[in-house]
């Protein structure tokens, strides 16, 4: 399940028992953190929270800070500076800056934040948010953690980041396709809905195609071939994949799926099958075979010596997260720079 999400549903479960809450989001970032910018941490006022944003190192700080503005209903603007052992004590090496915006949910304005991000994700739309501050966000001075207004704006799409404030861009879920219910589906299902994909999987076995066996999954589709274009609207930059175990059948799930620009097509099996599947069976030409040979990934997964279908599935999803996020595969020892690629502190790609 998307990170988001996931605390959307914990805050209707919190409403739902007549919790307050308040909600911490990192909105600027120096140096090393923990977290980056737009990373969020809802508090209830029963003191339970949800979701990370300092790895523990000052949460507990900014938890009790929530509290205060859940009974005020006044947000508030603090500054952390994670390379202060002496405050934190607790020498996690990060030797950034972090400033934490600190709000209620009760109000007007965090009622109709809950309610845009909502509709947002619901109806698959992306949404920019924009936040200007009525003081300036800044590391180089002595910074007062107090009462702090702010102005949140949101956009349909791209939008211009806000000169000194934070703006940040919700995508919806990138979508995950899986031709085959077998038990080796399990796995990938599991890990690919912890990492924020919405998950469909399809075949045409009803037994083999329950929520108890993908509890992770967000739709199950019951189809055979011919249903495919009735059941199933492929979308533009679907991650699929097949492993229904049946060369046909993968074949014909293959066809349907190849003209929609998708933006991952991942297939078990040696590379002589995905040969077989394209020449012997469909009968594809070369120059459609090179039309979609940046999408294919035959044999599926990065060479980790996988051998049990869990192991088979950090290999898959490792794959499919390099693919989805643009990088590289590489150590991080071995990276040249900082970890995370250099973003403006006022814009940050939620995914």
């Known amino acids: 399940m998307n990170e ?145 207004a702010f102005a949140r704006s949101y956009h349909a799409g791209e939008a211009k980041p806000t000169p000194g404030g934070f703006c940040e861009k919700i995508n919806p879920d990138a979508r ?51 249903d495919y274009r009735q059941k199933i609207v492929a979308e533009k930059n679907d991650y699929v994949l097949f492993m229904t175990h049946r060369i046909d059948h993968d074949a014909l799930a293959f066809d349907f799926y190849r003209s929609c620009a998708p933006g991952y097509l991942g297939f078990l099996g040696p590379k002589r099958r995905m040969e077989q599947i394209a020449g012997e069976i469909l009968g594809l030409d070369k120059t459609e075979m090179e039309r979609l040979s940046p999408y294919i990934h035959a044999p599926v997964g990065l060479d980790l010596g996988a051998e049990t279908p869990e192991q088979v599935a950090v290999s898959i999803l490792s794959e499919i997260m390099i693919r989805k996020n643009n990088r590289q595969l590489q150590f991080l020892k071995d990276k040249a720079g900082p970890i995370h690629a250099a973003e403006q502190l006022s814009l940050q790609t939620i995914k």
């Open 176 to 226: 995950l396709v899986i031709f085959g219910a077998g038990q080796d589906a399990v796995p990938v299902v599991d890990l690919a809905g912890q990492c924020g994909f919405e998950v469909v999987v399809v075949d045409h076995r009803e037994s083999a195609l329950t929520k108890e066996r993908f509890p992770k999954a967000a739709e199950l589709i019951l189809a055979r071939s011919e």
């Open 4 to 148: 988001l999400r996931g605390l959307l549903k914990q805050l209707d479960e919190w409403k739902e028992q007549g919790e307050r809450v308040a909600m911490a989001t990192v909105v600027a970032i120096n140096g090393s953190a923990y977290r980056r910018p737009g990373a969020r941490l809802l508090i209830a006022e029963n003191g339970q929270s949800a979701g990370m944003i300092g790895g523990g190192c000052f949460d507990q700080d900014v938890i009790e800070v929530a509290l205060q503005v859940i009974q005020t209903g006044k947000p508030r603007l603090h500054l952390y500076h994670l390379s202060d052992t002496s405050v934190w004590g607790l020498g996690l090496g990060c030797n950034g800056s972090v400033f934490i915006l600190i709000e209620s949910l009760e109000t007007a304005e965090g009622r109709e934040w809950r309610n845009e991000v909502t509709q947002a994700l619901t109806t698959k739309r992306a949404l920019t948010i924009s936040h200007a501050f009525s003081k300036e966000l800044t590391f180089s001075r002595p910074f007062i953690n107090e009462e702090m």
